[in-house]
């Protein structure tokens, strides 16, 4: 038995286990209306996030996904933040589970040069903007994105976190 969740690199053995945990996440839990067709970046993971200085790891406990967490290369040195989304039990101290993906897409970054990790959230996210918050991430103005940037239609609030 794991004490706690192991973090791995994706691998498409985990895909129907990762399309199941961010569609539960994104639909029951936040009323967000985005389907799996929404995102065709679900079903090519290894293209669409692990290539350049990007990646995508999985959470797991047991053996089973819990959590992910990707870093999409959007060039000049920098990436986007993605898909973190943690199983409702396996959020806060007791498991770390959003820290510990985190902190792997953080040291995956300083190994990689990127200079800064971006991202996007929803309003509702508030929790996520306090833990992003919390870990070093400042809140920034649309304007201040790189163009390259990929913003999606549900993205309000955005974040900077500079690689140091």
């Known amino acids: 038995m794991t004490l706690g969740p192991v973090i791995k690199e994706y691998s498409s053995e985990y895909q129907t286990e990762v399309v199941d945990l961010i569609l539960e996440i994104q639909q029951e839990e936040y009323n967000v209306p985005i389907t799996k067709d929404d995102q065709p970046d679900l079903f090519e993971i290894e293209d669409f996030y692990q290539t350049g200085k990007g990646n995508f790891w999985v959470a797991l406990y047991n053996g089973?996904?819990?959590?992910?967490?990707?870093?999409?290369?959007?060039?000049?040195?920098?990436?986007?933040?993605?898909?973190?989304?943690?199983?409702?039990?396996?959020?806060?101290?007791?498991?770390?589970?959003?820290?510990?993906?985190?902190?792997?897409?953080?040291?995956?970054?300083?190994?990689?040069?990127?200079?800064?990790?971006?991202?996007?959230?929803?309003?509702?996210?508030?929790?996520?903007?306090?833990?992003?918050?919390?870990?070093?991430f400042e809140n920034i103005d649309v304007e201040e994105l790189p163009d390259s940037f990929p913003i999606l239609k549900v993205d309000k609030k955005f974040y900077k976190y500079v690689v140091r």
């Not at 589970?97 to 800064?116: D, G, P, V, Y």
């Open 64 to 136: 089973k996904v819990v959590g992910t967490i990707s870093l999409l290369d959007i060039g000049d040195s920098h990436v986007a933040l993605r898909k973190l989304f943690v199983k409702k039990e396996f959020r806060g101290s007791t498991y770390n589970t959003a820290n510990l993906l985190l902190n792997r897409a953080i040291e995956w970054a300083r190994e990689q040069s990127i200079k800064a990790i971006y991202l996007g959230t929803t309003p509702q996210f508030v929790a996520a903007h306090r833990f992003y918050e919390k870990n070093g």
